[in-house]
């Protein structure tokens, strides 16, 4: 027959363990309060901003900026145009064919690897699109099949 002591030692412990896991859980669910808290604070801030700027004058609104924007339409080149039209993407790309690196013309392999990124299909035929549609709109041009070049190689 078990000692009332025994008894009493083994439900302590298994009392123990359930506070435990009650614990663990209480944590867990004030972590996942504090993410939801914080999105709602978010959700709060951007509804005011929006409510305040839907209340200002529509001649307080300045015109948007024309330039470079990430994911921006390349546009065809004209006189008097300089790169900083381009995104900055489309600015490296040609900087590194004005370069001496580029004087001979590129691949796109070379030309990944002047622009620091990873030698790998995926980024090689990312950059080989962004160069055909440069050599499109006049802002590169292509020596030969595969191999690009700036508009203009500076004498040296």
Do not use: N
């Not at 995104?87 to 580029?102: K, N, P």
């Not at 590129?106 to 990944?112: E, F, K, P």
């Amino acid at each position: 027959m078990p000692s009332v002591l025994g008894l009493l030692e083994a439900r302590e412990k298994k009392v123990r363990e359930e506070i435990a896991l009650l614990q663990e859980e209480a944590e867990r669910v004030q972590a996942a309060l504090g993410e939801a808290e914080r999105a709602l604070q978010r959700l709060v801030d951007a509804r005011a901003t929006v409510a305040e700027v839907l209340a200002e004058p529509p001649s307080v609104v300045a015109e948007p900026q024309r330039g470079s924007v990430a994911g921006s339409v390349v546009p065809h080149r004209t006189d008097g145009m300089t790169v900083s039209v381009l995104a900055l993407d489309y600015q490296r790309i040609v900087s590194v064919l004005e370069s001496e690196a580029g004087r001979e013309g590129m691949r796109c392999q070379q030309l990944a690897r002047a622009l620091g990124l990873q030698v790998v299909p995926a980024k090689v035929e990312g950059l080989r699109s962004k160069a055909k549609r440069l050599v499109e709109r006049g802002w590169a041009r292509q020596a030969r099949p595969g191999v690009f070049t700036a508009l203009v190689v500076p004498a040296g």
